[in-house]
């Protein structure tokens, strides 16, 4: 059994981890409250924006523009989206994994990697893909600077048909403690993106295809902004549980060690009561 010093230093160590964990906690926290109003403020933007480009590109169906399309999917880019640090759970893992399973069983030739955080590039160095890209993650203020820096790239990919397709894979945010790993496809937008959009008439001004020329590329940046943001305000969440989780757990078991020290120092004590009073017996 251990000494009641070993076990006392056991509770000061496990004191300052839950100090640690605590603090991170609060700091997640305060990154959270402003990563989910980015994101949420984002998505009606976002939507929109879809659903614009599939009622003007389903209306202007003569049109043709590189970024609308269709291949056969022989070679295909994932756009991953991972975190540059961990301790946020299995926050991490499970965008992997879902890759991971969006990419199947295509040949290793047929996929190119774009892969955002360095957790994401730890994990698919392991793996034999090709990786084309890689890109720390935007600092807390995302903004389309750091966006078009990447889409400049995924565009041009996909306009000189390296690649037939584009997919995005991260985590949609839900709440603190739910985060949902999504892939969705970037690249060729689909005509019907938002569903059966209304096939009305329009009159282009200018005319539509320099309409799509203007549009289309902002469209591509609005949804990789948008999974940006979404990944980021995920990330805090998942962070936060995970801290909360372990501050949690600290707590438990520094409630054990206390026991335990308290049970350790009442034998120790006993112990040395029972040396004294065997001594004095002995002296008679």
Do not use: C
């Not at 998505?43 to 049109?63: C, D, H, T, W």
């Not at 720390?136 to 048909?161: K, Y």
């Not at 309409?211 to 948008?226: C, H, I, N, S």
């Amino acid at each position: 059994m251990p000494t009641p010093k070993a076990i006392r230093r056991r509770i000061r160590t496990v004191k300052n981890i839950q100090k640690i964990t605590n603090a991170m906690k609060m700091v997640a926290a305060a990154r959270l409250r402003k990563a989910q109003a980015r994101a949420e403020s984002a998505r009606p933007y976002a939507q929109k924006m879809g659903e614009v480009m599939a009622n003007l590109a389903s209306s202007a169906g003569g049109i043709e523009h590189p970024l609308l399309e269709s291949r056969e999917e022989r070679n295909v880019a994932f756009v991953v989206i991972g975190a540059d640090r961990g301790l946020a759970g299995s926050y991490n893992v499970n965008v992997m994994h879902r890759a991971i399973s969006a990419i199947g069983d295509r040949s290793l030739e047929g996929v190119k990697l774009v892969l955002v955080g360095k957790k994401a590039v730890g994990f698919f160095k392991r793996r034999p893909y090709e990786t084309v890209a890689t890109l720390d993650v935007p600092g807390s203020e995302v903004t389309f600077n750091d966006v078009r820096r990447l889409t400049s790239q995924i565009r041009s990919m996909f306009e000189s048909g390296e690649v037939d397709a584009v997919y995005l894979v991260y985590a949609r945010f839900v709440t603190a403690m739910r985060q949902e790993p999504t892939v969705a496809r970037l690249l060729p937008m689909e005509r019907s993106v938002a569903g059966e959009a209304a096939l009305s008439e329009f009159e282009f001004e200018p005319e539509a295809g320099k309409l799509l020329g203007a549009l289309l590329p902002r469209y591509v940046d609005t949804q990789v902004y948008q999974s940006l943001v979404e990944a980021q305000a995920s990330e805090q969440g998942a962070r936060m549980t995970a801290m909360s989780s372990a501050t949690k757990n600290a707590g438990e078991m520094i409630d054990t060690l206390t026991l335990a020290y308290n049970k350790a120092r009442q034998a120790a004590i006993t112990k040395e009561l029972t040396e004294i009073v065997s001594g004095a017996e002995a002296l008679r």
